[in-house]
């Protein structure tokens, strides 16, 4: 969504670094950038204006000039308008205090409602609510029908007592589902209305009327992110004409700039609550400015992938894999559990989109969306073509059975061979990190000897030196320092736990009567004071 917009401004503060200070023209340039950047976005002009004056304004202040590194405090700023302009903080769904909470959604036409009263049904469902869906949109051909299988699909309740298609009276399907929600002690009511235009004014009474009638906790306003500034036109109209508390963005994963999620904020007052990005139901989630505003500056959701892995990832199959790479599980790390952790990463989602979540991956955005999805089909369908024994030992697969395998699978013997290198290099490295000997093959880490260096060759064995008595001495002049304190060490403990009479074996011993077996003359005992 707003790919054009990240690259834009990533090639801005590139402009920037290596500069120790940033003169007037600095600032002036930059800012010139950010509204050109803006722009091309497709902005609201009266946003642009305001965060390119906030952004000048903060530039030539104090946090910038006495920072040590000028363009990151740029960065810092420009983040921080973004936050603002999104909204600021997370704004959370209000519930009723008593009865069932009621969502009336409104919107244009086409802006996928009807997906996404599903979507928010299943979403309260995961939050351990009770959600009930109202088809109150009777325009649409097939509304209620789409309303009716997406409710299947979610698992919730759909209360649709009229046909639709241009059938049946929605403010009365309304006023019945609020006593049906009632009856059957659902404690959410999700309301479909139909979709409108901002100018039609018997559509928009009709909205208006439903509103009355169900007197709803959140009115959400669903707008299509992919429209522009339009959206902030739409938005004015619909505040005008029903009211509504917050702002659904739907299809975020459209290639469209972006520019309605950036104003609709500033010029309605109203915050974004939730954004939909996908097809699937489950594609969906809280809008969180200060997240929004790390993915156009390409700082990446973390956060975001931290929680979607904590819903979606086994923690019992997490734990025994881990265990096993650490070599404490009681069994070697195989390629069944190679496929496990494979298919757990999918429930995430495209691997594109998941990759897109990390830093810096903006520079890589092309070779993300040429990324063959089915490539995870293809390693699962030549892992799936091996006997149990061979997924739990790679070792014995050998040319004839790499043949086998491949013909199973339908792939090239190289594909198989690829695979199986690949599952031994990868085995490798989590072992090794598993185990906290960090990074193989980059150097200066502990436990690799004979690892790649720096410079792509092979590191050369240190010679060691001998010391005296032959004890062998390390080259690195460190580690002899600390061998050589730990061997005085053990010397002088060695001559304190020696016997001093030197009584073979070490056993206890009569020191009087040693002493007085040597035999000393009489006078020698002044010498011992």
Same mark, same amino acid.
Not at 91 to 103: D, E, N, Y
Not at 155 to 180: H, I, K, L, S, W
Not at 449 to 463: D, T
């Given at each position: 969504?707003?790919?054009?917009?990240?690259?834009?401004?990533?090639?801005?503060?590139?402009?920037?670094? *290596?500069?120790?200070?940033?003169?007037?023209?600095?600032? !002036?340039?930059?800012?010139?950038?950010?509204?050109?950047?803006?722009?091309?976005?497709?902005?609201? %002009?009266?946003?642009?204006?305001?965060?390119?004056?906030?952004?000048? !304004?903060?530039?030539?202040?104090?946090?910038?000039?006495?920072?040590?590194?000028?363009?990151?405090?740029?960065?810092?700023?420009?983040?921080?308008?973004?936050?603002?302009?999104?909204?600021?903080?997370?704004?959370?769904?209000?519930?009723?205090?008593? *009865?069932?909470?009621?969502?009336?959604?409104?919107?244009?036409?086409?802006?996928?409602?009807?997906?996404?009263?599903?979507?928010?049904?299943?979403?309260?469902?995961?939050?351990?609510?009770?959600?009930?869906?109202?088809?109150?949109?009777?325009?649409?051909?097939?509304?209620?029908?789409?309303?009716?299988?997406?409710?299947?699909?979610? *698992?919730?309740?759909?209360?649709?007592?009229?046909?639709?298609?241009?059938?049946?009276?929605?403010?009365?399907?309304?006023?019945?589902?609020?006593?049906?929600?009632?009856?059957?002690?659902?404690?959410?009511?999700?309301?479909?209305?139909?979709?409108?235009?901002?100018?039609?004014?018997?559509?928009?009474?009709?909205?208006?009327?439903?509103?009355?009638?169900?007197?709803?906790?959140?009115?959400?306003?669903?707008?299509?992110?992919?429209?522009?500034?339009?959206?902030?036109?739409?938005?004015?109209?619909?505040?005008?004409?029903?009211?509504?508390?917050?702002?659904?963005?739907?299809?975020?994963?459209?290639?469209?700039?972006?520019?309605?999620?950036?104003?609709?904020?500033?010029?309605?007052?109203?915050?974004?609550?939730?954004?939909?990005?996908?097809?699937?139901?489950?594609?969906?989630?809280?809008?969180?400015?200060?997240?929004?505003?790390?993915?156009?500056?390409?700082?990446?959701?973390?956060?975001?992938?931290?929680?979607?892995?904590?819903?979606?990832?086994?923690?019992?199959?997490?734990?025994?894999?881990?265990?096993? %790479?650490?070599?404490?599980?009681?069994?070697?790390?195989?390629?069944?559990?190679?496929?496990?952790?494979?298919?757990?990463?999918?429930?995430?989602?495209?691997?594109?989109?998941?990759?897109?979540?990390?830093?810096?991956?903006?520079?890589?955005?092309?070779?993300?969306?040429?990324?063959?999805?089915?490539?995870?089909?293809?390693?699962?369908?030549?892992?799936?073509?091996?006997?149990?024994?061979?997924?739990?030992?790679?070792?014995?697969?050998?040319?004839?059975?790499?043949?086998?395998?491949?013909?199973?699978?339908?792939?090239?013997?190289?594909?198989?061979?690829?695979?199986?290198?690949?599952?031994?290099?990868?085995?490798?490295?989590?072992?090794?990190?598993?185990?906290?000997?960090?990074?193989?093959?980059?150097?200066?880490?502990?436990?690799?000897?004979?690892?790649?260096?720096?410079?792509?060759?092979?590191?050369?064995?240190?010679?060691?030196?001998?010391?005296?008595?032959?004890?062998?001495?390390?080259?690195?002049?460190?580690?002899?320092?600390?061998?050589?304190?730990?061997?005085?060490?053990?010397?002088?403990?060695?001559?304190?736990?020696?016997?001093?009479?030197?009584?073979?074996?070490?056993?206890?011993?009569?020191?009087?009567?040693?002493?007085?077996?040597?035999?000393?003359?009489?006078?020698?005992?002044?010498? %011992?004071?």
């Amino acid at each position: 969504m707003f790919a054009t917009l990240s690259d834009r401004l990533a090639d801005t503060f590139k402009n920037l670094r *290596g500069k120790g200070r940033l003169s007037e023209a600095d600032i !002036d340039a930059t800012a010139r950038e950010i509204r050109i950047a803006l722009l091309e976005a497709d902005v609201a %002009l009266p946003v642009v204006r305001e965060f390119v004056a906030a952004v000048k !304004d903060r530039a030539r202040g104090e946090e910038v000039s006495g920072a040590l590194n000028p363009a990151q405090q740029i960065v810092k700023i420009v983040n921080e308008e973004l936050v603002g302009i999104l909204g600021g903080e997370t704004r959370r769904l209000r519930f009723a205090k008593s *009865g069932p909470t009621v969502i009336m959604l409104a919107g244009l036409q086409g802006a996928g409602k009807t997906t996404l009263a599903a979507k928010l049904a299943l979403w309260l469902k995961e939050q351990g609510r009770s959600p009930m869906l109202v088809a109150a949109d009777l325009q649409r051909p097939n509304a209620v029908n789409q309303l009716q299988v997406n409710g299947q699909r979610a *698992g919730v309740t759909v209360f649709a007592p009229e046909p639709g298609n241009g059938v049946g009276d929605p403010v009365g399907v309304a006023r019945d589902a609020m006593a049906e929600a009632r009856r059957t002690l659902h404690d959410v009511v999700i309301v479909d209305t139909a979709g409108r235009l901002g100018v039609d004014a018997e559509l928009m009474r009709q909205a208006a009327d439903i509103r009355d009638v169900v007197q709803p906790d959140e009115v959400l306003f669903v707008v299509d992110a992919m429209i522009g500034q339009d959206a902030v036109t739409t938005a004015q109209a619909f505040l005008e004409g029903v009211g509504f508390d917050g702002v659904v963005l739907t299809k975020l994963d459209g290639d469209a700039r972006g520019g309605a999620a950036l104003s609709i904020r500033s010029v309605t007052g109203r915050p974004v609550m939730f954004a939909s990005s996908g097809e699937k139901l489950t594609d969906f989630d809280v809008f969180h400015p200060d997240r929004m505003a790390s993915r156009i500056l390409d700082m990446g959701d973390v956060m975001t992938l931290i929680e979607q892995a904590e819903k979606t990832f086994d923690s019992d199959q997490a734990l025994k894999a881990a265990q096993k %790479l650490s070599g404490q599980g009681g069994g070697e790390f195989t390629l069944d559990d190679f496929l496990e952790q494979m298919q757990q990463v999918r429930k995430l989602g495209s691997m594109s989109k998941i990759m897109g979540m990390l830093p810096g991956m903006g520079q890589f955005r092309e070779q993300l969306e040429n990324f063959d999805e089915r490539e995870i089909d293809r390693i699962q369908a030549i892992i799936q073509s091996m006997t149990p024994a061979e997924r739990a030992n790679p070792k014995m697969i050998d040319g004839s059975r790499r043949a086998r395998i491949a013909k199973g699978s339908g792939r090239a013997v190289m594909d198989v061979n690829q695979l199986v290198d690949r599952f031994f290099e990868a085995r490798k490295m989590m072992q090794q990190m598993a185990r906290g000997g960090g990074m193989p093959g980059m150097p200066g880490m502990p436990g690799m000897p004979g690892m790649p260096g720096a410079g792509g060759k092979r590191q050369k064995k240190q010679p060691q030196k001998k010391a005296k008595g032959g004890r062998r001495v390390s080259g690195n002049p460190a580690k002899a320092a600390q061998e050589k304190v730990a061997a005085d060490q053990a010397a002088k403990e060695k001559a304190a736990s020696a016997n001093p009479f030197g009584t073979p074996g070490g056993q206890e011993t009569d020191y009087e009567q040693a002493a007085a077996a040597l035999d000393l003359p009489q006078d020698f005992a002044k010498f %011992l004071k």
